[in-house]
């Protein structure tokens, strides 16, 4: 049985506080040391948040942009940011992914330069309803941000842009250990011991 912090504030409705401690703590163990992405990674951006439904996507005011890194058939690294802009994105992508690999994106602007950076790079041109061309898509990051943002909205039902990065660790970890044999219980237990 699935025990989720709203079953335990349900429970426990005083204890709002600890609660969300003790939860912010174990969210802590699931961070994103995986090795460097490599072979083939798709690279595109969500928006999470916002006080206000409607616009979607790049200009949807209060949402708070996180860039995701998927290597196919391998992991997930994700990180929220201030915004999209290169200066911001490409040292990410440095840090994260080998140089010498092939990038798949979408057509944004951003993206444009990541030839000069040592990437090899397919574009896919989503604003000409183009989503797979051969093996250039982007469908793996996206089935990711699906995932999360369903997870998010619902068991959390929202996340401040104070708290968000926290719960991109927790999802990219369920990811990334998707096809573990360990619980996830264990796993966490383990990070403990180290």
Known sequence: MKYTIK?????????????????????????????????????????????????????????????????RKGGIKAQAVRNMKSSIVIPIMRRNVQVGTHIMTDDFLTYSNVKEHGFKH????????????????????????????????????????KYLQSYVDEFAYRYNHRASCLPLFHLLLGRLVV
């Not at 969300?20 to 948040?49: A, H, K």
């Not at 309803?129 to 929202?158: A, L």
Request: net charge negative; hydrophobic share 30%.
């Open 7 to 71: 079953d335990f504030k349900r429970d426990f409705p005083n204890d709002d506080v600890c609660l969300d401690y003790i939860f912010g703590q174990i969210r802590s163990l699931m961070t994103q040391d995986n090795p460097m992405l490599g072979g083939t990674v798709e690279v595109d951006e969500t928006y999470v948040g916002g006080k206000r439904r409607g616009t979607r996507g790049r200009g949807a005011e209060g949402k708070t942009p996180v860039i995701g890194m998927a290597e």
């Open 122 to 161: 397919g574009v896919i041109n989503h604003s000409a309803k183009e989503y797979v061309r051969g093996d250039i898509h982007t469908n793996t990051i996206e089935g990711f941000w699906s995932q999360m943002k369903r997870s998010i909205d619902g068991t959390y039902h929202s996340v401040s842009p």
